[in-house]
Every structure is written in structure tokens, then in C-alpha cells.
């Protein structure tokens, strides 16, 4: 065994992250301590060991496999994190937004997810080519995506909401008897917010923009509407968590944009993904309703990489708040990364099985945007009868190519019986233009 796998060795057998002196007494000190930091160096390099801490306070700890995440969803380091901040609130310092931290973060050179652990997500994310138009595969799972990522985001927000109930809401339109309409409202803002990231796939970038359409389209009437999509101007306190975040809203503003500015420079799209999760937490810039907005973004480079979303799914709400609050009061992402994988090999397994069942519709997929505008049109100009299937025929021949237009057809007219107001989101039609061409349609049968 050569003197780094020793090193490594021992590392592994350590339950909790130890120092460099720590390492090098229980290795019998007998190795220069240069050379233990530069092997535990090109450790981290490789992806085989994680630090936690700064300075003197540095801490090391070997990285556990994915696979080990179908056991358990923390790892020992993790719920050692989690016990320090569930003592009781009077025993936890007050702490501030630490601006230190987000600086020491440099886009693909430091990294939340070690780089074994990005190549195991991609071999379970990946499932289309470069080549396909980003978007593809959520498109591919969309009903389900809408059902799941609105539920679980939901329901880690305290929504009662079941999942059936869900599921009635978002494709029936039909809410839950004895609910509040703040949790239905919670729900159908996600269904906006989904159908915007996968809707606009092609065209999205990480952006201060798209943030900010993100946190209007969940948050909108739900909270005071000057705050809709806008960076807060007062103070606001994290319930359960000795974290303040920052006030000033001038500074919110310029640090988010740096948060958004560091995340477009992120190449990986897993490790992109997590550091919008964390720092959209963790900055707090709005008045209310940053976790979703986190979570949405965090499919932001997942979507339009055509990955596997990430839903959330079998996250418990309280195992949730503990990593979130390891991330304010300890600037320790070791929880909510495990959560991060535990969750994302699941919804993995769960959508391969929903693409099996439903099989692939790719002349759906391929020409969602041509179906949608032109069923817009249709609406907006009232056409019905022979002139709309003339309409339809017209701009098909025009626009899809002669092998696919037979298909493009059936599903033009297959979404135009059954559409009603369930299915207009993203069309840019309202539900006037929508009861009004409806009506007309019901005249012309009668």
C-alpha cells in the first residue's frame, strides 16, 4: 500500500472530519505534514476526500459513494453537522450572512459535488444527446414533473396537499375540498413556474431575469405584490435558525447578481445546479418564497441539459430544514448534497419507470413549439369548423416537414378537443379568448 492510500486508509476510518494534526497522530506521525496536505490536496482534487471548515478550523473526511444513499439518506459527517444545529436555539450563536464564504467558491475549481460523484449523476441523468433541443426530455415526462416537482416543493413548504389531490389541481383544475386557497394558489404558482422553465428551455440562460420571472410566477398572490419578483427592502428572520440574513437592499441586489453571475460560469450542470440550490437559500434576497425559487432554479441547468429534473422526491420535510439550516448558521452544504443525491437517484428510477408506461411521443416532443403557436392562433382568431382545419393544414404544410406532418396534425387536433382551461398555460391566450372560441365551437356542433 503506498503511503497516500495509508493516508487514506486511516481518513476512512475516521467516523467524524478530523484535522491535519488529528490525521497525522492517529497515522503515529509518521509522515512529514507537508506531504499529508499535499496528498489529502490531490485527494480532493480527485474527488475522494471533502474539507469542511476554513484556516485552523479545516476539517477533513473521505466522500461516500452514491450508492451508499440507498440506505440512508445523511452520511455519519452529515448528521454529525445536524446534531450541532439541532441543540436548542439559545446554545447556537447568532450569525450573519457570511460574504467570505460565497467568495471563496471559484466556479470549476471549487467544488460542492466531488468530481466522482458528478460523473455517477450523469450516468444515471443522461438521457438524450447533445444534439436534441434542450428541453427534450422534460417535455418527454412533463405531467409528471409538473405533479411531482409542484407537490414536493409544496409539501416541504408545509402544504397538505396529497399527491392525488395535486394531481387533480394541476390537470383537472379541480381543488381539494376543506384546503386553503393559499395552498392551492402555492401549487398552480408552481405549475406556472414549471411550464415556464421547460416551455422556454431552449432559449433559457441563468440570468438575474429568469430568477426574477421564477419568484413572481411562485410567489404571485402570495405575498405583497410590490415584493413579486423584486429584491425585498426590509429585514426579514429565518424561524427555528439563529441566521439573520442581510437588510440593506442595495447590497441584496448586487449580491445576488453575483450569486447569478458565479452560477452561468459554473460548467457542470450537477455542480451548477446545487451552488443556485444553496446560495438562493441561503442569500434569502426576497421577502418570502426563496426556497422555491431555489429549488425551481436548481432545474434550471438540469432541463436544458435534457438531465433528469430533480423533483425531490422522498425528502422529508424536517431532514430538509436541517440541511438548509447547516447551510445559514454553518456554511456546511455536506447535508444537503446527500439529500441532493439520495433524492436525485430515486427520481431517476421513478421517471425512467414513467417513460416506460407512457412510451415517446418524439413528433409531440420535437414540435411542442410549432403545436402551441399555432393553437394560439386558432384561439386568438376565433377559427372554427372548415376554416380552422384549413388554418391548420395551411401552416402545417409550411411549417413541418412532409414525413412528420401527418403526425403533427393528429396532435393539433387532439389538443385542440380537449382543450379547456387547464391546458392554457404558457399558450399566452386568457380565459376569455379561451370561453369565448369554446362557445363558438359549441355553436357550430349544435
Known amino acids: 500500500m503506498s503511503k497516500k492510500a495509508e493516508v487514506l486508509n486511516q481518513l476512512n476510518q475516521e467516523k467524524t472530519p478530523v484535522s491535519l494534526i488529528e490525521l497525522l497522530n492517529s497515522l503515529g506521525g509518521r509522515y512529514p505534514m507537508r506531504s499529508l496536505r499535499r496528498w489529502l490536496n490531490e485527494a480532493i482534487e480527485e474527488g475522494l476526500v471533502e474539507k469542511t471548515g476554513r484556516k485552523k478550523g479545516t476539517k477533513y473526511f473521505t466522500v461516500r459513494s452514491i450508492q451508499s444513499t440507498e440506505i440512508q439518506r445523511f452520511g455519519s459527517i452529515s448528521q454529525t453537522i445536524i446534531e450541532q444545529i439541532q441543540r436548542p436555539l439559545y446554545k447556537r450563536a447568532p450569525v450573519m450572512y457570511a460574504e467570505e464564504w460565497f467568495d471563496s467558491y471559484h466556479p470549476n475549481q471549487t467544488h460542492y459535488v466531488p468530481l466522482h460523484l458528478r460523473n455517477q449523476l450523469h450516468k444515471m441523468g443522461r438521457r438524450f444527446s447533445e444534439e436534441n433541443p434542450a428541453g427534450t426530455y422534460a417535455h418527454q415526462i412533463f405531467d409528471r414533473l409538473l405533479i411531482d416537482l409542484s407537490y414536493n416543493s409544496s409539501r416541504l413548504e408545509g402544504n397538505t396537499y396529497s399527491l392525488l389531490d395535486t394531481q387533480k389541481l394541476i390537470l383537472e383544475g379541480t381543488g381539494a375540498d376543506g384546503k386553503l386557497d393559499e395552498e392551492k394558489t402555492m401549487i398552480l404558482n408552481h405549475k406556472e413556474a414549471i411550464h415556464y422553465l421547460v416551455d422556454h428551455a431552449p432559449h433559457l440562460n441563468i440570468s438575474k431575469e429568469t430568477i426574477f420571472t421564477l419568484h413572481y410566477l411562485l410567489s404571485d398572490g402570495l405575498i405583497d405584490n410590490r415584493y413579486a419578483g423584486k429584491v425585498r427592502d426590509h429585514g426579514v428572520r429565518i424561524g427555528g435558525s439563529t441566521y439573520i440574513p442581510l437588510e440593506n437592499p442595495d447590497r441584496l441586489r448586487l449580491l445576488l447578481e453575483r ?188
Not at 289 to 294: F, G, L, S
Not at 298 to 321: G, H, M, Q, R, W
Not at 366 to 371: F, G, L, S
Open 259 to 446: 450569486v447569478v453571475d458565479k452560477a452561468a460560469k459554473i460548467k457542470d450542470p450537477y455542480e451548477q445546479s446545487l451552488f443556485l440550490l444553496v446560495h438562493i437559500t441561503y442569500l434569502q434576497a426576497f421577502s418570502d418564497v426563496n426556497k422555491r425559487t431555489a429549488r425551481l432554479s436548481a432545474n434550471i441547468p438540469l432541463i436544458t441539459n435534457n438531465l433528469v429534473p430533480l423533483s425531490f422526491n422522498d425528502v422529508e420535510k424536517e431532514d430538509y430544514t436541517s440541511a438548509i439550516i447547516a447551510i445559514y448558521e454553518l456554511q456546511n452544504v455536506q447535508p444537503i448534497v446527500d439529500l441532493y443525491l439520495f433524492s436525485y437517484m430515486r427520481t431517476c428510477k421513478i421517471y425512467d419507470l414513467t417513460v416506460q408506461s407512457i412510451g415517446f411521443d418524439e413528433i409531440r416532443v420535437r414540435y411542442r413549439q410549432q403545436r402551441r403557436a399555432l393553437i394560439r392562433e386558432i384561439i386568438s382568431k376565433v377559427l372554427i369548423g372548415d376554416p380552422m382545419r384549413d388554418y391548420v393544414q395551411q401552416k402545417t404544410e409550411i411549417q413541418i416537414p412532409q414525413k412528420d406532418q401527418s403526425a403533427f396534425l393528429v396532435d393539433v387536433i387532439e389538443d385542440l378537443d380537449r382543450m379547456d382551461q387547464s391546458r392554457i398555460v404558457g399558450l399566452g391566450i386568457s380565459i376569455d379568448q379561451l370561453a369565448n372560441w369554446l362557445a363558438k365551437s359549441l355553436e357550430t356542433k349544435v
